[in-house]
């Protein structure tokens, strides 16, 4: 079958928006001077050296949010310089307009954003508006770092080394910071730097930056960043070898097996082969400090996403995951590592210059006879290249290649995948678009799949729209990716407004959200619809209200359990339709008990009945101790032989944070669908910058859909050495 798609005119409103005209700020008016100290610079909170009171200051901060028609009430100050090792950050936050005590969650490291009073500064070093840097800090001193991609999206995954204090009285807090330049990637020719400064004052429910940012976009948009000038370049990093070898000790138990007791030594090589681009190697890695998945209800027909929490791969991971879309990823790194061990990899990645950048990524798995599994080779390779202002255009190609196969018809099994991507990001930050292609290659499938994606989209202050179709070909296969769902054609076209009042009522600003959502097979019989309406009212002190209606249509395309029970099942091909009405409200995060409600009501497949209720509430007593719960119900009503079925989700997790390096986590959950309980106890001292160690344990029981029970302890010791 040949598939013909309304391509002409696809491309052609695709493509327009390249040609769409918009007027921006003249951010040449932002700019800073950098100069280089030769003053030791003391990292203590205080602004007592003579360096800081020479500076030059950015002031004058815009208000983002709840308007971003001005400048801000609450006054703040930023200034910088650098020596050879570090760049230096000092920034004053007064309480001129607004005083009271400030809000924070706790001490923890990439603290939730919207929950703290905080400092972020973001940092463009190529100046391409697109990749970058973020630092932050809460006001009792709690560390924020990440990566930045998109021009606006902020991997918190990532982690290096840097050091910083915080100050506060009622009249204002003070931030000191010290960026070693072997922590960050820049060119070392490039005088000109984007760079902007934002603050975050739940006090005031206010958010502020130096160069303006308009209000729907993060405070650290770098297509509204402002300029960092270099007196002269910044300082060469030279060699930079960072060796981080670890120690850990395992003992488990699974089911009624006898305790194991496992010793691991491995490590991690970082070598910056230039000031962008970064080699990493690793040996026996071992993951076990990463947190633990949170515990859902799945009540969906397809696989469900969980994102990278292993530390090897996440610098610059928007190089290799990113690629493609949600539910369409070629590439998924989880995949690699599972139920075996890794004996190794490499990964290059990094920037070559401001406009190209390069990935390349190589693991090796062992194989694991118990549970027939091969030992299989993963390889990476991307690149991309800056077009226009900020966009760009990228390829990527996957393979997965078994070894030692024991299947004697295809010793060597593979699956490959070769994309090619567009991304347009206007300059002005409002519109956006990608047009995507994608081919799949399997030893065992004669014919090769395909995909084809596009979207085009537009956001502003009052409006935003979406319009955007897919097509996943039935047999297209990505064995290193996430796919969840394959022959289809997916349109979809979402719009909506906001009204802002202009009066002295609690309510800020208030719309509609309309969407609808098609799947055909790809002969285009449609097999789902899902129609939404929502109504939104957001409020000056932050605290949030929607209202939705949605009516969906189902045509399965499988035998599906509606529960997930293992209960009976729904018969492939069988049509279901049904509508339901929720409303969701967040309270406002000043308050130290915070909470977030919603509800469901509505029909359900097989003309049952689904009522649905989900909370989390958190309390602080800051900054030592913050509790978490979630308490989630589902009641699901169908005929026999499921009947009348109902689950409950709990959740409860204490963090405590004894000071900025000595964390105690706790999580307990219980989710009745799978009958599974599990707790997670993870202590983590931050001995040295970026050097650690870990006593982690795991105590988990599930029925569903076997029974599993066990345990382990692990202790890990972990150390960051530059040479």
Not at 518 to 532: L, P, V
Request: net charge neutral; aromatic share 16%; proline share 4%.
């Amino acid at each position: 079958m040949i598939l013909k798609f309304p391509s002409k005119s696809l491309i052609a409103v695709f493509f327009l928006t390249v040609q769409i005209a918009y007027t921006q700020i003249n951010f040449d008016d932002f700019q800073i001077q950098i100069k280089k100290t030769t003053e030791k610079i003391v990292i203590d909170g205080v602004l007592d050296e003579i360096t800081w009171k020479d500076a030059q200051v950015g002031k004058d901060f815009f208000m983002i949010t709840p308007i971003d028609t001005g400048k801000a009430n609450q006054f703040s100050e930023a200034r910088v310089t650098f020596d050879n090792e570090f760049l230096y950050l000092a920034i004053i936050f007064f309480n001129n307009n607004v005083k009271g005590d400030y809000v924070v969650e706790s001490l923890k490291r990439d603290f939730s954003f919207g929950k703290n009073d905080n400092f972020l500064v973001a940092l463009d070093p190529f100046d391409n508006q697109t990749t970058g840097f973020a630092f932050g800090l809460n006001a009792f001193g709690a560390q924020w770092d990440g990566t930045m991609y998109n021009g606006r999206n902020v991997d918190l995954n990532w982690d290096t080394k840097w050091y910083s204090e915080v100050r506060f009285d009622s009249d204002q807090w003070v931030c000191e910071i010290a960026i070693p330049f072997k922590s960050i990637r820049y060119e070392e020719n490039n005088t000109r730097w984007g760079i902007n400064f934002s603050r975050l004052d739940l006090k005031a429910s206010e958010k502020s930056s130096w160069a303006p940012v308009p209000r729907q976009f993060p405070s650290v948009s770098l297509a509204y960043a402002g300029a960092l000038i270099w007196d002269s370049p910044p300082p060469p990093q030279g060699s930079n070898i960072s060796l981080i070898p670890y120690l850990s000790n395992n003992t488990e138990q699974l089911n009624s097996n006898p305790e194991v007791n496992t010793l691991k030594i491995g490590g991690d090589l970082k070598y910056n082969i230039t000031s962008a681009l970064n080699l990493d190697a690793t040996i026996n890695p071992d993951f076990s400090q990463a947190e633990v998945d949170q515990q859902v209800t799945n009540l969906d027909r397809f696989e469900l996403f969980f994102p990278e929490r292993r530390q090897f791969f996440l610098e610059n991971a928007d190089l290799f995951s990113n690629f493609g879309y949600q539910t369409i990823r070629p590439f998924f790194s989880r995949r690699i590592g599972l139920n075996v061990p890794i004996i190794g990899g490499v990964r290059l990645s990094g920037n070559l210059d401001e406009n190209w950048r390069i990935g390349l990524m190589d693991i090796q798995t062992q194989k694991n006879q118990t549970l027939d599994l091969e030992s299989e080779n993963f390889g990476v390779f991307t690149i991309q290249r800056k077009v226009l202002d900020r966009s760009n255009i990228s390829m990527l190609f996957v393979n997965k290649q078994s070894l030692n196969s024991n299947n004697s018809s295809s010793p060597n099994n593979y699956n490959r995948n070769l994309g090619l991507e567009y991304n347009y990001f206007s300059e002005d930050n409002l519109w956006n678009s990608k047009i995507l292609f994608l081919k799949s290659f399997d030893a065992e499938k004669a014919t090769q799949g395909n995909v084809f994606a596009s979207h085009i989209g537009y956001q502003s202050t009052r409006w935003n729209w979406r319009i955007q179709q897919e097509y996943v070909s039935g047999n297209y296969d990505a064995e290193v990716g996430f796919v969840p769902r394959k022959n289809f054609i997916k349109l979809l076209a979402t719009g909506g407004h906001l009204f802002f009042t202009n009066s002295e009522t609690p309510l800020l600003s208030h719309g509609p959200q309309f969407g609808r959502t098609y799947f055909f097979d790809t002969d285009f019989d449609k097999k789902d619809q899902t129609d939404q309406f929502k109504y939104r009212f957001n409020f000056k002190n932050r605290s949030q209200l929607s209202i939705s209606w949605s009516k969906s249509f189902v045509e399965l395309l499988s035998d599906f359990d509606p529960i997930r029970t293992q209960i009976s099942t729904l018969k492939a091909g069988t049509q279901h339709q049904w509508s339901s009405i929720s409303a969701e409200y967040d309270s406002k995060p000043q308050n130290r008990l915070t909470y977030s409600l919603g509800i469901l009501s509505g029909g359900y497949y097989n003309s049952g009945k689904r009522t649905a209720f989900m909370s989390e509430l958190g309390y602080r007593f800051q900054p030592l101790l913050e509790l978490n719960t979630v308490a989630n119900y589902n009641r699901i009503e169908l005929a026999a032989p499921w009947k009348i079925n109902s689950f409950w989700l709990l959740g409860i997790k204490a963090n405590l944070t004894l000071t900025n390096k000595l964390f105690f986590s706790n999580l307990f959950q219980y989710n009745e669908q799978l009958n599974l309980w599990n707790f997670n106890s993870r202590f983590q001292w931050r001995y040295k910058p970026a050097s650690d160690i870990f006593l982690v344990f795991n105590s988990n029981q599930m029925q569903i859909p076997e029974v599993s029970t066990g345990w382990n302890l692990t202790l890990k010791i972990n150390y960051w050495l530059n040479i």
